[in-house]
């Protein structure tokens, strides 16, 4: 009987060695990620302030302004999923805000290669017509 507690006493002490050594492993793989910088503004990318302020001109109304965007909509990953436009109103008064997806729009370089022109497939009325866009507080927060 004395044999068999050391035997039991090794088979149990290995997986709790093997257990401490890969949590030590994990913590040390999680901590040496160091951030990375940028020096100038990569190509193929543009700033946010690129987008937000801008009017949106509509590709069925002659490219007449219809919008501005007020807005982002960001996922997790860092991708646009939709732009959020003011329409409507006079002078900011009455305004309601849509978010159209950011597939439907087009940009497209001024040609001063310095602004974007962006456009959307829909007219003002559509716009108008469209159900408002209502921001959600971060649900992260809430649990």
Same mark, same amino acid.
């Given at each position: 009987m004395k044999m068999i507690k050391p035997a039991i006493l090794g088979? @149990? $002490? %290995?997986?709790?060695? $093997? &257990?401490? %050594? /890969?949590? %030590?492993?994990?913590? *040390?793989?999680?901590t040496t990620m160091e951030a990375t910088y940028l020096t100038?503004?990569?190509a193929g990318t543009f700033h946010s302030d690129a987008l937000t302020g801008n009017q949106v001109k509509s590709s069925v109304e =002659?490219? *007449?302004? +219809? /919008?501005? +965007?007020? =807005? @982002? !909509?960001i996922d997790e990953?860092?991708? +646009?999923?939709? !732009? !959020? !436009?003011? %329409? /409507?109103? &006079?002078l900011g008064m009455g305004e309601k805000n849509v978010a159209i997806e950011w597939d439907s729009l087009e940009l497209t370089k001024e040609e001063d290669g310095e602004d974007y022109v962006i456009t959307v497939n829909a007219?003002? =009325?559509? @716009?108008?017509?469209?159900e408002e866009?209502?921001?959600?507080?971060?649900?992260s927060e809430d649990e």
């Open positions: 088979t @149990l $002490m %290995v997986p709790a060695v $093997m &257990f401490a %050594v /890969g949590t %030590v492993n994990a913590e *040390e793989n999680t100038e503004t990569p =002659d490219d *007449e302004d +219809i /919008g501005t +965007i007020t =807005d @982002l !909509v990953d860092g991708q +646009i999923n939709a !732009v !959020v !436009v003011g %329409v /409507g109103g &006079f007219s003002e =009325d559509a @716009l108008e017509a469209a866009y209502h921001r959600s507080e971060d649900k």
